[in-house]
């Protein structure tokens, strides 16, 4: 079982910055893929961005494609997501993710509780 733990969200106004931070349970972080995930109200959950084990390999939706950016530190067992730009309609819950392979698709087998992102107009 491997727990993730979401921090870093907030309030911020639109052009603003922050750093989502993915705490990972596990002494085997290295062997999972990471995603990132977002939920807004009345919508479904959408992917937003995944890494590989190495941090070689990385994904990301087009509406976030050159303002975030997925990285990983497998020796703090920690992903993160730095969203920089941040406009009214990237306000959702983002939730973490783990599981075998890298993918955009919510085919991960654990799941954080999420963070809230609010960005304000």
């Known amino acids: 079982q491997v727990q993730l733990v979401e921090s870093g969200g907030g309030l911020v106004q639109a052009g603003g910055s922050l750093r989502l931070s993915c705490a990972a349970s596990t002494r085997y972080f290295s062997n999972y893929a990471m995603g990132w995930f977002r939920q807004a109200p009345w919508k479904d959950r959408e992917f937003v961005a995944s890494?590989?084990?190495?941090?070689?390999?990385?994904y990301y939706a087009d509406s976030v494609k050159g303002r975030f950016t997925i990285s990983r530190d497998n020796a703090r067992n920690t992903v993160y997501l730095q969203m920089n730009s941040l406009r009214p309609e990237d306000t959702a819950v983002y939730f973490c993710?783990?599981?075998?392979?890298?993918?955009?698709?919510?085919?991960?087998?654990?799941w954080g509780q999420g963070t809230q992102v609010t960005v304000s107009a």
């Open positions: 890494i590989n084990w190495s941090g070689g390999t990385t």
């Open positions: 993710a783990a599981g075998p392979a890298v993918t955009t698709l919510p085919d991960y087998d654990y």
